[in-house]
């Protein structure tokens, strides 16, 4: 039979504060003292570890990994979104995935960001387009390359586009963006 230990043993884990102010003393005089001292404040190292899932979109995820782009496609009404979307929104129907890597696309508009998220503060300022497909229903949001954000033009709008794919795949929708067609990108 082991023998339970008679106290908590102690590490440096964690954190270390010190000089915090206390009474010697606790008469009335010292209780108040206490109502009115400044609040503790501890600063420490925080670090999570988050799993998620994309549950029924991972396909849409692991084709961008394997630079195709998909979308989703109700088989009763045909009815087709540029983005991920495991079944149907009006019939809750199963959606069937289809191909559009190479179905013609083009902008149908576009904004210049000129501030961003922390992640994207540094590439500022960059194009943020909607792109339209060919027999598709929906736009797809996502960011142009090649085109200079400093002179933006209203010519864009229309303008034929093409995917390409990050090398090293983070698994975002950002592993995909889109080029001018025929642009050197």
């Known amino acids: 039979m082991s023998k339970l230990p008679s106290q908590r043993d102690e590490t440096l884990g964690g954190y270390i504060v010190h000089g915090i102010p206390f009474p010697v003393s606790m008469d009335e ?3 108040e003292f206490l109502k009115k001292m400044a609040p503790i404040q501890i600063e420490q190292e925080y670090k999570i570890t988050y799993l998620h899932s994309y549950g029924q979109d991972s396909p849409w995820f ?7 782009l998909l979308a ?14 495991g079944h149907d929104m009006y019939s809750g129907a199963e959606t069937k995935w289809i191909d559009i890597t190479n179905v013609p696309a ?5 904004t210049v960001c000129y501030f961003g998220s922390e992640e994207f503060l540094p590439e500022c300022p960059f194009v943020l387009a909607l792109i339209g497909f060919e027999g598709v229903n929906t736009l797809l949001l996502t960011r142009i390359m090649g085109v200079d954000p400093d002179a933006p033009s209203l010519d864009w709008i229309g303008m034929e586009v093409k995917p390409k794919f990050l090398r090293n795949s983070k698994l ?14």
Not at 172 to 185: A, C, I, L, N, R
């Open 29 to 31: 005089e010292a209780l």
């Open 62 to 68: 692991a084709a961008l990994t394997n630079k195709r």
């Open 72 to 85: 989703s496609r109700d088989p009763e009404s045909g009815y087709t979104t540029a983005n991920p979307r």
């Open 106 to 110: 083009h902008v149908h508009a576009f």
């Open 172 to 185: 975002k929708p950002t592993d995909v963006y889109f080029v001018p067609k025929g642009g050197e990108q």
